[in-house]
Nanobody
Framework: QVQLVESGGGLVQPGGSVRLSCAVS????????MSWSRQAPGKERELVAV????????HYADSVKGRFTISKDTAKNTVYLRMNSLKPEDTAVYYC???????????WGQGTQVTVSS
């Protein structure tokens, strides 16, 4: 059974940084694409970063490109989202996602709240 356990959210000052973590279990890590999405109050869910096996580099939404970095530690089965230069517009619930390379749907974690505010 796939499990995605997220941590690292909280209250952050504008311009600050935080790293979200997603510990994965219940599947072969290398057989899944990994991602982060977010949803702000009253707004559509947005896919912000994706790591795919065949990619040389990660892919990012325009809204976060240059500020966020997705990475993974294969030995620890953990995916990270480093968020720098945070803006109030980044306030959202952030979700870790996994999708089999074989073509399944995205499976999402429980989400962690990130609030960027003075």
């Amino acid at each position: 059974q796939v499990q995605l356990v997220e941590s690292g959210g909280g209250l952050v000052q504008p311009g600050g940084s935080v790293r979200l973590s997603c510990a994965v279990s219940g599947f072969t890590f290398s057989d899944y694409a990994m991602s982060w999405s977010r949803q702000a109050p009253g707004k559509e869910r947005e896919l912000v970063a994706v790591l795919i096996r065949t990619n040389i580099t990660a892919h990012y939404a325009d809204s976060v490109k240059g500020r966020f970095t997705i990475s993974k530690d294969t030995a620890k089965n953990t995916v990270y989202l480093r968020m720098n230069s945070l803006k109030p517009e980044d306030t959202a619930v952030y979700y870790c996602g996994a999708r089999p390379h074989s073509g399944g749907e995205w499976i999402w974690g429980q989400g962690t709240q990130v609030t960027v505010s003075s």
